[in-house]
């Protein structure tokens, strides 16, 4: 990714799109072929020599233009024919965000296996389920995962669209209306380039696009931030259900020898803060004078390539964090039974319910035992089997039905055949792959 943003690679990839132009004039007649010839065989700069340029002329697609006409010889006077400075840089940039975007797919590809694979492995993992961060309902750590793998299999449909979007070029001149070229032959350039021609443009591509793929690239990572958050919650001591990778010679703190802390999730969280605000940023520049300004251009030169990079570099982190997650399913049970079966009120209403009770007097009975329980210290299972109110309506095996975790979670299989269509050997697959894993 970083060579991608390097100074190089910018040059290298209007060089293209200065040669691409030129080849297409050549054809159309409108520059000689010999140099058109000319031009494709010798174009090449010296990135030094850019800057030298630059330092004086105050203005990059001048200083490129130079250095390479110095080199070029005197056939130059036809490279950049008819062009302005943004019909070479903004269809670069479109050509760069596409190198960009290829890996970003492919990172989101990676994540999106590691979420499935773990997601089988824990599909029946019970653990509680909580809500406000309080325990609500028994749900399994499969689930949770899942519901993870499902955001981020949107998220690859959203940046597929946004990424889509970009993939356009415009030859249209300094204000758009194409008055030294014509849009017949902007569309053959950008179709030699592998792009689509922007169908109306001014003198640059429009900036709703690059505030999509920004505001796209925010919700990835925002989507990442959530992954992290849940694992830091997770990771707390109170709860430790879950913990990122701890290598043995890792230290977590210089006062503290005992801390394991979440550092790579928090520098996800963290991170995410900074991909969200570029894409205000990116908003920001939708709004430019007339047909024109450059206050967008040096935002773009700080918040696109970031954002690549650093959303490109969260998405293999947070794949990283899941592949080596510790989860510790005993621990998930204790919590999830700490609670004296709290966890199972609402089905306890349901079934009074059912049993002719009016649905407030059913809550007020259950509520009044749930809430002792939680003051006393106590099993809210057994107070309620102890209370004749409830025992003389509802048949005692329908009670301890109402306390099943089996019938609480009886629709994972269900939910997973919905998320994980044609999967059904997922969970085989899963726990092979983690008793490999463990074994290594």
């Not at 030129?22 to 031009?39: F, Q, S």
């Not at 991909?275 to 773009?300: M, P």
Request: charged share 30%.
């Amino acid at each position: 990714m970083g060579r991608i943003w390097s100074d190089e690679n910018r040059f290298r990839t209007w060089l293209a799109v200065e040669v691409a132009a030129t080849e297409t004039l050549a054809e159309a007649g409108l520059v000689p072929k010999d140099a058109a010839k000319a031009i494709r065989e010798r174009a090449d700069f010296d990135l030094e020599r850019i800057q030298e340029i630059e330092a004086e002329v105050r203005h990059d697609v001048i200083a490129f233009t130079t250095a390479v006409a110095e080199i070029v010889g005197p056939q130059a006077r036809w490279f950049h024919y008819g062009l302005t400075s943004n019909d070479v840089v903004d269809t670069a940039q479109a050509l760069l965000i596409g190198q960009a975007s290829a890996i970003i797919a492919d990172d989101l590809e990676r994540l999106s296996d590691v979420l499935k694979r773990r997601a089988w492995e824990f599909k029946d993992t019970p653990m509680v389920g909580r809500t406000h961060g309080v325990h609500a309902e028994p749900i399994t750590f499969g689930f949770k995962l899942a519901n993870w793998y499902s955001e981020v299999q949107r998220g690859i449909a959203r940046f597929e669209r946004a990424a889509e979007d970009m993939r356009v070029g415009k030859f249209s001149g300094a204000v758009g209306t194409f008055a030294h070229l014509s849009p017949e032959l902007e569309e053959k350039i950008c179709a030699r380039l592998g792009l689509q021609a922007a169908a109306i443009s001014s003198q640059v591509i429009q900036r709703d696009r690059h505030a999509a793929y920004l505001a796209t690239l925010a919700v990835i990572a925002s989507t990442l931030d959530k992954i992290a958050t849940e694992i830091r919650h997770l990771q707390r001591t109170e709860v430790r259900e879950a913990e990122e990778y701890f290598s043995e010679k890792q230290k977590g703190s210089s006062a503290m020898p005992h801390k394991r802390n979440p550092v790579t999730c928090e520098q996800i969280s963290g991170l995410a803060r900074v991909v969200r605000s570029n894409a205000q940023a990116a908003f920001e520049n939708v709004a430019l004078w007339h047909e024109r300004d450059i206050s967008h251009s040096s935002v773009e030169r700080i918040i696109i390539p970031d954002s690549a990079t650093l959303v490109d570099y969260l998405l293999q982190k947070t794949a990283n964090v899941v592949d080596t997650l510790f989860v510790y399913p005993e621990r998930m049970k204790a919590n999830l039974e700490s609670s004296g079966g709290l966890v199972f009120s609402g089905q306890l209403l349901l079934d009074l319910v059912e049993h002719g009770v009016s649905r407030e007097d059913a809550y007020r009975m259950v509520q009044h035992h749930a809430m002792r329980a939680w003051k006393e210290g106590l099993n809210f299972h057994a107070l309620v089997l102890k209370d004749k109110d409830i025992t003389s309506r509802v048949p005692r095996q329908q009670l301890e039905h109402a306390f099943d975790l089996k019938r609480q979670l009886r629709n994972i299989d269900k939910i997973f055949a919905r998320v994980f269509p044609g999967s059904g050997g997922g969970a085989r697959r899963a726990k092979t792959a983690a008793k490999k894993k463990r074994g290594r």
